[in-house]
């Protein structure tokens, strides 16, 4: 049974530890107006911390502007070492990161781990990258004249990021940013700043010159973040969220004709052949559906699997998921933590009900708990017809909805028929097979017999209404680099 638990004293001295100002210029400043951080767990005040307005935004923004210039102008080589500095602090400092981030979002524990040591990677990964910038030198077909072709800083960038990986969508838009030379202006999700704001220390005490990284948080990030990006000091925006939220964006940087980069939301076919491992499947589907509680863009949101074995999968599913404890992410053993809030729990209430309504049956979990927390069990689905609501909208949960189907032409049609494409899952045990549904889905990215993708190293990123460009991987430092040809006449 879940009770109410008051802040340990090591939880405490946690949040205490975290600056609670704006990060401006290199300094941290108060504003008159504060936001309330909350544990999703329990509904506590964890603290509190300052709440921008569009002035604040716009010091920001100047401060951003006003270093670029000499940021641009630091060797590969300065830039490499600051990021190296920042990647070793944040593994030498990972428990009170992770207790940080498990607080103000509620995955449990050992996730919170997991996070940090990923989002380390990405400063790891882009501090070898700024090193190995590259251009080019060639003769004129004609003759006559060379070819330059350099890349350089887009110049100062607006970064915004999600809740639900607070510090490893850091890492991977400021890491980089600051590789390629760009300075920064971060808008971290108003339900979990304190990440943010322990990175943002973490990066000034690793070398960090005023102005490169500035940090605001905010109650009301329109009014704040809108003349921003109509600014003309702007030239970059990269952000993780809604695909809604990403189109009025877009329409936002259309007016200066900004350069952007969207990681937008998903709806990921997780598909299951009769002849796959169903062990394998099944851990796949665990990893794939559970991890962050199924907050994820890239969670399993329809888990397709060939008639033959739908029983047996979901019977195995089922025993998996209902045997995993519950409860405050800072428990020992836990792993479904609460959502991240009270709109959250409504969402998925909602979902569960109306699939049912529809004809699916539930296999286990499906309803919210009454009482503390923002809790919802883990549940299995079963005959969850493709008009669900579920099927067409993010869960954002820990819910696996699972229907069968009988054909490969048919499964991909239907994995295909979303206006989403970031992610799909395929096992099978025939390759030939496996690369021909990997190359048929219409997502950026596949997991072939496995359920997690996600990689510093891989580019990571969607097509259709899932996003534009692609974070990480060799491509990820391209986002924040324009290409400049220079022709030298002999």
């Not at 500095?85 to 449990?108: C, S, V």
């Amino acid at each position: 049974m879940l009770t109410e638990t008051a802040l340990t004293a090591a939880e405490r001295a946690a949040i205490d530890t975290v600056p609670t100002g704006l990060f401006i210029d290199g300094g941290w400043r108060g504003t008159a107006a504060t936001l309330p951080v909350t544990d999703p767990a329990t509904g506590r005040l964890l603290c509190e911390v300052a709440d921008a307005d569009a002035t604040d935004g716009l010091d920001a923004l100047v401060a951003a502007d006003r270093a670029q210039a000499e940021w641009a102008r630091t060797t590969p080589r300065q830039r490499s070492d600051i990021l190296m500095d920042a990647h070793r602090a944040m593994l030498a400092d990972a428990e009170r990161l992770a207790l940080i981030t498990t607080l103000e979002m509620g995955k449990p524990l050992a996730e919170a781990r997991g996070e940090i040591a990923y989002a380390a990677e990405f400063f790891r990964w882009f501090a070898e990258e700024a090193v190995r910038l590259d251009g080019g030198y060639m003769p004129a077909p004609a003759g006559g004249s060379r070819f330059l072709v350099t890349r350089q800083p887009v110049g100062p960038s607006l970064l915004i990021t999600p809740w639900n990986f607070p510090m490893a969508m850091g890492t991977r838009k400021i890491g980089p940013a600051l590789a390629a030379g760009c300075t920064c202006v971060v808008k971290p999700a108003e339900q979990t700043p304190l990440s943010m704001l322990a990175l943002a220390d973490i990066l000034d005490r690793a070398g960090v010159p005023a102005g490169v990284v500035n940090v605001i948080t905010t109650s009301d990030p329109a009014a704040v973040m809108t003349p921003l990006i109509l600014d003309s000091r702007s030239r970059k925006l990269s952000f993780t969220g809604s695909t809604a939220v990403g189109k009025l964006l877009l329409e936002q940087c259309a007016r200066t004709v900004m350069r952007t980069s969207m990681e937008l939301g998903g709806n990921a076919p997780f598909i299951v052949f009769d002849d796959a491992d169903l062990d394998e499947a099944v851990e796949g589907a665990l990893a794939a559906k559970m991890r962050n509680i199924g907050q994820a863009c890239t969670a399993a949101n329809r888990i397709f699997v060939q008639r033959g074995v739908v029983d047996e999968f979901a019977t195995r599913l089922a025993d998996r998921l209902k045997a995993l404890p519950m409860g405050r992410g800072t428990e020992p053993g836990v792993v479904v933590g609460p959502l991240i809030d009270a709109d959250a729990v409504v969402k998925v209430t909602g979902l569960v009900a109306d699939a049912v309504r529809r004809g699916a049956i539930v296999r286990t979990g499906g309803a919210a708990l009454e009482g503390l927390g923002n809790f919802y069990p883990a549940t299995v689905l079963t005959d969850v017809p493709d008009d669900a609501e579920m099927c067409h909208t993010e869960i954002f949960g820990p819910v696996a909805a699972i229907a069968a189907f009988d054909t490969e032409a048919e499964v991909v049609a239907r994995a295909n028929n979303t206006p989403y494409g970031l992610v799909g899952y395929v096992f099978t045990e025939n390759l030939r097979r496996g690369l021909r549904v990997c190359e048929a889905l219409e997502t950026g990215m596949v997991g072939l017999n496995q359920g997690v993708v996600s990689n510093p190293a891989a580019p990571f990123g969607g097509v259709k209404e899932s996003g534009l460009g692609r974070e990480g991987g060799l491509t990820g430092i391209d986002e924040f680099l324009e290409t400049k040809y220079i022709g030298v006449r002999l």
